[in-house]
């Protein structure tokens, strides 16, 4: 067997704490490997070691058969190793061409940049793959899929032969993916070796030659795509069988909590972001939102918590008018929000767990008397719902930035549930978590609707919305084009709506 890559007894130990615990690994050279496991499974560790960003406590890596010894990201670009990270590291300022030369860049004569051959040498290079970017394109002006490109380029541009693609589709959207997948099968059929991080599944059964499976910085397998499916990685990652089937049918539906009726709303440009959108969402159904992302589903939980400004429509929560109150009076009359950045808009990371846990409540009893804050009530608050919602934190004043993005959701989670008296609204709240954390946030969800209240899910994950959804809204260009029922729709006619196609003319 050709292995291009070998890691051999691999640990990583931060203090007492095992990231990496002798981590063997073979990689064939040509193939798409992928790496899998949970939030803190040691998968990004162990790429940084690979990477030079972290040097192993022990163990021994060999590349084309030859020990290596990696002690920064200069010996691992030497080597033929490039990093993708999963948050970029270009600069906006400068162009696509210039951050793909950075560090490397020809020179014309003894002074000046010959921004000609680096401009040519990018678009030879981003034609050989069908990267499809402009080299003159200034990365502030270009999308999130085409600086991942970029990256792509980087390490294309220094002779990179084994990629590392650190949880590449966390930002992008779904075409966005797939159009990632189209370039790494042509970096494959080229001879690049991939190592794709990530844990999601579906793309991993997608993409992948060979898995291998970490859990707790050990490896737990390594199997074939051919000999394995969802069910059995997923049971290989968190060690018990997990939640992947479509949720149970709601026991009992009841009237309509939220009505949207006829709403609007202009961008700060004044161009139509909602168009006569009209939905409602009732009592035990989770009512999913469906859309390429950008097509106003942002704008309309903006507008439903009080944040966007509406042109026209009501707003009516349990047959009370609430469009124009302020997102705290929204709140109050019954609102929860699962935000779809839970670091901007769900938590503060320098708070403590149990500020976070009652972020937004603090004003009100038993928290507050409205002027001086009851802590007895906030630590009771944040017990109970640590325990209730399996927060894994040290104690309850950890810091929300030290802990796992699966963690930091419970923590919105818990606090949305137990604030929301009526509604939930979740905007992409599984977006960036391991199938465990998933799998807890969808349990919750459920849980919420069987308990008679209204849930609206936003996701750009079709399975999701198949999963979760008693009913299916399908918004296009900031209209809602169709709502159906899930029993009487595929992944495949909601693609077609979400592109502007008609119901009435799906085939049966």
């Not at 950045?341 to 603090?362: I, Y």
């Amino acid at each position: 067997m050709d292995y291009i890559l070998e890691l051999q007894d691999i640990c990583k130990h931060f203090g007492n704490v095992f990231a990496n615990d002798h981590v063997n690994l073979k990689v064939e050279k040509g193939t798409v490997h992928s790496i899998v496991g949970e939030n803190g499974a040691g998968k990004t560790t162990l790429m940084n070691i690979l990477y030079g960003l972290y040097k192993q406590t022990s163990g021994e890596i060999f590349i084309n058969g030859n020990k290596v010894n990696i002690e920064s990201p200069s010996d691992a670009i030497r080597l033929g190793v490039g990093m993708i990270h999963q948050h970029f590291k270009l600069i906006p300022a400068m162009s696509v061409a210039e951050n793909v030369m950075l560090g490397e860049e020809p020179i014309k004569g003894k002074l000046f940049l010959d921004l000609k051959k680096i401009n040519e040498s990018t678009l030879e290079l981003s034609d050989k793959y069908g990267l499809a970017v402009n080299p003159k394109s200034m990365v502030s002006d270009i999308s999130v899929g085409i600086r991942q490109r970029v990256e792509i380029l980087k390490a294309l541009y220094r002779n990179a032969n084994i990629l590392i693609l650190d949880e590449p589709t966390a930002l992008l959207t779904p075409q966005e993916s797939e159009d990632l997948f189209l370039i790494i099968e042509r970096l494959r059929k080229d001879g690049k070796t991939i190592l794709f991080i990530s844990h999601k599944l579906k793309e991993i059964m997608q993409i992948s030659d060979n898995i291998t499976i970490l859990r707790d910085g050990k490896v737990v397998d390594t199997v074939k795509k051919s000999e394995t499916d969802e069910v059995h990685l997923a049971r290989l990652m968190v060690g018990r069988d997990v939640f992947l089937k479509p949720a149970s049918k709601s026991k009992m539906i009841g009237e309509p909590i939220l009505k949207v009726e006829d709403i609007s709303a202009v961008n700060e440009y004044h161009h139509p972001v909602l168009t006569n959108v009209s939905f409602e969402v009732r009592s035990g159904e989770v009512l999913g939102v469906a859309g390429v992302d950008g097509n106003g589903q942002t704008e309309l939980v903006r507008a439903l918590i009080g944040l966007q400004t509406l042109t026209k429509g009501k707003i009516i929560l349990r047959d009370k008018e609430i469009t124009h109150l302020s997102v705290k009076k929204m709140r109050s009359a019954g609102i929860g929000v699962i935000p779809e950045d839970r670091l901007q808009e769900g938590l503060v990371e320098d708070f403590s767990v149990e500020e976070n846990l009652f972020l937004g409540l603090q004003r009100i009893e038993p928290f507050s008397n409205g002027n001086i804050i009851n802590w007895n009530a906030v630590h009771e608050n944040a017990d109970s719902l640590v325990k209730t919602f399996d927060i894994r934190t040290p104690n309850i004043n950890h810091k929300a930035r030290l802990l796992s993005g699966g963690n930091q959701q419970k923590i919105i989670v818990a606090r949305e549930i137990f604030h929301a008296p009526d509604t939930i609204i979740a905007a992409q709240p599984t977006r960036g978590l391991d199938i465990a954390a998933t799998d807890f946030v969808h349990e919750q969800l459920i849980k919420q609707r069987d308990s008679g209240k209204a849930v609206l899910l936003f996701s750009l994950s079709l399975d999701e919305i198949m999963l979760l959804s008693t009913r299916i809204a399908v918004i296009y260009k900031g209209s809602i084009v169709a709502i159906v029922s899930k029993d009487d729709v595929t992944p495949e006619d909601l693609g077609l709506m979400m592109l502007g196609g008609s119901y009435e003319h799906i085939p049966a």
